[in-house]
């Protein structure tokens, strides 16, 4: 060990998700990272939120988080994550199972894109397997797989 030469491992930054706002999704949690959490003004006097699915063409395209400052049916508590970091999740496993998820496949672990709907609601933009094969120009999930696979 002492003739062992040490120098800097060279390590490029990862910053592609810097100032865009996204949520991060979990086995049992979705979390808003600092940039969405940012969107809503004094996001830290909003202790719940009422999740909405909104379809197009009967096909869930996108969930919108309403945040409130008091408990209604069906809310979901916020967590935030510290005081540096202003991020918020929200624990649920039923949340992600119903929502994050593509027929054959399980849940989908990575991050979504967000957008501000309103004053109190930020909107996810769900992988649906219409968007999946259109952007890959691909047939169908199954054609992916199968791709994947081989």
């Known amino acids: ?72 049916p069906d809310s979901l508590p916020t967590k935030k994550q510290s005081k540096n970091h202003k991020g918020v999740t929200f624990f649920s496993r039923d949340l992600v199972k119903n929502y994050f998820k593509l027929s054959g496949i399980g849940v989908i672990y990575f991050q979504l894109d967000v957008e501000k709907l309103d004053d109190t609601t930020l909107g996810v933009h769900l992988l649906t397997e219409k968007k999946l094969t259109k952007d890959l120009g691909l047939d169908s999930l199954e054609e992916q797989l199968n791709n994947l696979l081989k």
Do not use: C, H
């Open 1 to 72: 060990m002492n003739n062992m030469k040490w120098k800097p491992a060279k390590i490029t930054p990862r910053n592609i998700s810097r100032g865009k706002p996204y949520a991060r999704i979990s086995k049992n949690s979705v979390t808003f990272n600092a940039v969405a959490a940012r969107l809503i003004e004094d996001i830290d006097q909003y202790l719940w939120a009422k999740v909405y699915v909104g379809t197009i063409d009967d096909e869930t395209t996108m969930l919108a988080f309403k945040f409130l400052k008091e408990e209604v």
